[in-house]
């Protein structure tokens, strides 16, 4: 049976006694939560940024070879690139067209076999 001297509530107490100091001290700096009702003030330097930006033209790694408002189109252009070694997929604009993607340096070859 351990003592109980009551030495063994020490650490937890200066654990938790931590915690609340952190908090405090947290809080007084001003790191609490709270909703967001201003608007803000850094909006404009980081408005032109790709990973900002809400218009939905960023594919990542890839670059728009083909445009077209036909899926079946599309899926043509990609047949055709697909037969030439090139790898390709497609994705859909908010605006409705169909975008056939490629790899940054297939875009010229990609460019040149859909015309």
Known sequence: MPPSDGWYLLGPFIAVSL???????FWR????????TRED??????????IFNDHGDD?????????TDDP???DEIKGVLATA?????????PDGRVL?????????EARRLVL
């Open 19 to 25: 915690v609340g100091f952190l908090g405090a001290i």
């Open 29 to 36: 700096m001003g790191l609490q939560w709270h909703e967001e």
């Open 41 to 50: 003030p850094l909006r404009d330097l980081y408005d032109g940024l790709a």
């Open 59 to 67: 594919f990542g790694l890839l670059c728009p070879a083909a445009a």
């Open 72 to 74: 079946d189109l599309a």
């Open 85 to 93: 070694g090139i790898r390709s997929t497609s994705a859909v604009r």
């Open 100 to 108: 056939v993607l490629v790899f940054p340096e297939e875009v010229e």
